[in-house]
T-cell receptor
């Protein structure tokens, strides 16, 4: 029973357009949410996070939106660049040590 | 070093042999995690250390897997009598006390023939 789901295994977007990556979770106890980016043959790198007291957090081209009532998280990248092509993982935690990761979405930004 | 390091970066072994994977966390990070990523899968939690103790080993797949951490720093993950299904990327992450962000190493790619 997956507690965190990324239902789109892959996504292709034209350079300059917006990329929207989605993540759904099942447990309302989760209160901190993170996005990681992973290039091939490298470990995941932290991208952006949001706590449950907010509904939006922005960092440059990256914005994370949190809809607590829908238990839905999304990452917006605008404008998308070819260097953004990677696998994106969402992760959730409930203030304990444990993090649960989604299965990832492979983003391909087409030049 | 500035980041989490792992060694070896790649390991090819024969079925039945033991392997040892090493993780050097970011200096001062008390929390350390091991994850496994099999081909096409997400990150599977294996074990969590707080300091030298492991309060949660629930993710270890079998008793062939063990891990230790010494001096609140370096950790080793040992897989005994490796099987082909152990082939995966093994990732280590560390986190400072009170922080919410994990920082990952580059991983060890294990291939069991």
């Amino acid at each position: 029973d997956q507690q965190v789901k990324q239902n789109s295994p892959s996504l292709s977007v034209q350079e300059g357009r917006i990329s929207i990556l989605n993540c759904d979770y099942t447990n309302s106890m989760f209160d901190y949410f993170l996005w990681y980016k992973k290039y091939p043959a490298e470990g995941p790198t932290f991208l952006i996070s949001i706590s449950s007291i907010k509904d939006k957090n922005e960092d440059g081209r990256f914005t994370v939106f949190l809809n607590k009532s829908a238990k839905h998280l999304s990452l917006h990248i605008v404008p998308s660049q070819p260097g953004d092509s990677a696998v994106y993982f969402c992760a959730v935690t409930s203030g304990t040590y444990k993090y649960i990761f989604g299965t990832g979405t492979r983003l391909k930004v087409l030049a | 070093g500035a980041g989490v390091s792992q060694s070896p970066s790649n390991k090819v072994t024969e079925k039945g042999k033991d392997v040892e994977l090493r993780c050097d966390p970011i200096s001062g990070h008390t929390a350390l995690y091991w994850y496994r990523q099999s081909l096409g899968q997400g990150l599977e939690f294996l074990i969590y250390f707080q300091g030298n103790s492991a309060p949660d080993k629930s993710g270890l797949p079998s008793d062939r897997f063990s891990a230790e951490r010494t001096g609140g720093s370096v950790s080793t993950l040992t897989i005994q009598r490796t099987q082909q299904e152990d082939s995966a990327v093994y990732l280590c992450a560390s986190r400072r006390t009170g922080g919410e962000t994990q920082y990952f190493g580059p991983g060890t790619r294990l291939l069991v023939l």
